[in-house]
T-cell receptor, first 113, second 115 residues
Framework: GDSVTQMEGPVTLSEEAFLTINCTYTATGYPSLFWYVQYPGEGLQLLLKATKADDKGSNKGFEATYRKETTSFHLEKGSVQVSDSAVYFC????????????FGQGTELSVKP | DTGVSQDPRHKITKRGQNVTFRCDPI?????LYWYRQTLGQGPEFLTYFQNEAQLEKSRLLSDRFSAERPKGSFSTLEIQRTEQGDSAMYLC?????????????FGDGTRLSIL
């Protein structure tokens, strides 16, 4: 079945450092890809999405490009802030499976001042 | 847009008791999803509705679990005869159909603790 694999955390960075969180997927169809973020004590929030190959999703300085050839959707940010500390989830949604989301296990990011 | 609302935020109960959670989706959304999230893991799909019709149930949803969306608006998730392993965060999300390209909006979840 479809699946998502993320790099393990926690990831600890200093403020203004470059961030990469790796995400790879396995899917039988042509999924849409998402990054969700969960701040402490809050629900999941959509960060960005891409619906087809080579699409780039971006929001709040975060970017991710849908790479069909490497089945990847890595999350990047050029300069992280303390307020970016959260758990980040990569997810896919396949049109053949009713739109349900399949999530990776999450990557905790901690940014130190 | 008032967002997805879940009630209660926390539920503590003894093993063997029944519990019911409620989810109010964003008003114009016709798809509603339930997920379960355990500590350190990503959410896992449980079931989803389009309007009042329950279209898919995960194998994770044992016979003790039942979900309804009687009028195509709010939904309830009931767990009967709760077990220790049911302790988790239960998340509700809603979206417009078709669901694959439409982002799902999540509530803050109901945290269930079984004593």
């Amino acid at each position: 079945g479809d699946s998502v694999t993320q790099m393990e955390g926690p990831v600890t960075l200093s403020e203004e450092a470059f961030l990469t969180i790796n995400c790879t997927y396995t899917a039988t169809g042509y999924p849409s890809l998402f990054w969700y973020v969960q701040y402490p004590g809050e629900g999941l929030q959509l960060l960005l999405k891409a619906t087809k190959a080579d699409d780039k999703g971006s929001n709040k300085g975060f970017e991710a490009t849908y790479r069909k050839e490497t089945t990847s959707f890595h999350l990047e940010k050029g300069s992280v802030q303390v307020s970016d500390s959260a758990v980040y989830f990569c997810a896919l949604s396949d049109s053949d499976q009713g739109g349900k989301l399949i999530f990776g296990q999450g990557t905790e990011l901690s940014v130190k001042p | 847009d008032t967002g997805v609302s879940q009630d209660p935020r926390h539920k503590i109960t003894k093993r063997g008791q029944n519990v019911t959670f409620r989810c109010d989706p964003i008003s114009e959304h016709n798809r509603l999803y339930w997920y379960r999230q355990t500590l350190g893991q990503g959410p896992e799909f449980l079931t989803y509705f389009q309007n009042e019709a329950q279209l898919e149930k995960s194998r994770l949803l044992s016979d003790r679990f039942s979900a309804e969306r009687p009028k195509g608006s709010f939904s309830t998730l009931e767990i009967q005869r709760t077990e220790q392993g049911d302790s988790a965060m239960y998340l509700c999300a809603s979206s417009l159909a078709p669901g694959d390209n439409q982002p799902q909006h999540f509530g803050d979840g109901t945290r269930l603790s079984i004593l």
